[in-house]
């Protein structure tokens, strides 16, 4: 894609291509030909968000990759996934997401290694509390998933999380692309 001054960035976890595949069987195993409410994202934008930084300047994104160069990421773990879950509540969903059922405490202090690193190269610190999701749905008008919830048994697979991803998000299509900037290892 071309270069440019400003990028909308996040950094996330990016799934792994077997997960995804069992990700989208599992789906359509347990809804038996219906689909998921709202507009679904397609397999290859799931991921999973641990900083989302929005629009950045050329001078901040390249302190962004500095400092989580520098950053004491932690070391590789097991990421078990769960089952669908709903903000803001199951009753009234606007977004549809998978959760996590195993790696979580990793998973939160490698949020907050990204939120410190994100901080020190110059971002305003993040209000909301980290709530690890893979979203699978916007919903609009909100809608009562709390049926399918219960539907869809939760999701066996999982996965070992050796990196973090750095994206560009290009909206403006229907789908989003979601373009892998930089990568860093754990450990
Ligand atoms: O990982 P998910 O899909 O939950 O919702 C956007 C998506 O999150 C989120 O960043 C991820 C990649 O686009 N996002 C978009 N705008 C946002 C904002 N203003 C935002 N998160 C927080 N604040």
């Known amino acids: 894609m071309e270069p440019h001054d400003t990028r909308r960035v996040f950094v996330a976890v990016d799934l792994t291509d077997d997960v995804r595949h069992g990700l989208a069987a599992h789906l359509d195993a347990a809804l038996d030909g219906d689909r998921l409410p709202g507009s679904t994202p397609p397999p290859v934008n799931w991921h999973l968000t641990l900083r989302f930084l929005g629009k950045i300047g050329q001078g901040a994104y390249e302190g962004l ?12 773990f097991d990421l ?8 803001p509540r199951p009753a009234r969903a606007t977004v549809l997401w998978l959760g996590t059922a195993g ?4 998973l939160a ?12 190269s110059g971002a305003m610190p ?19 998933v709390r049926p399918l919830i219960e539907r869809v048994p939760p ?18 299509g229907a789908p989003a ?4 900037l930089e990568r860093f290892r754990l450990g």
């Open 65 to 76: 990759l500095a400092q989580l160069d520098q950053a004491d990421l932690g070391g590789p």
């Open 80 to 87: 078990q996934f769960g089952g669908l879950g709903a903000f």
């Open 103 to 106: 790696g979580t405490d990793e």
């Open 109 to 120: 202090d490698l949020a907050i290694a990204v939120e410190e690193a994100a901080v020190r």
């Open 126 to 144: 993040e209000e909301r509390p980290f709530h690890p999701h893979v979203t699978l749905g916007r919903i609009r008008p909100p809608r009562d």
């Open 155 to 172: 999701f066996p697979l999982s996965q070992r999380v050796e990196a973090i991803t750095v994206f560009e998000s290009h909206l403006g």
């Open 177 to 180: 692309v979601y373009e892998i």
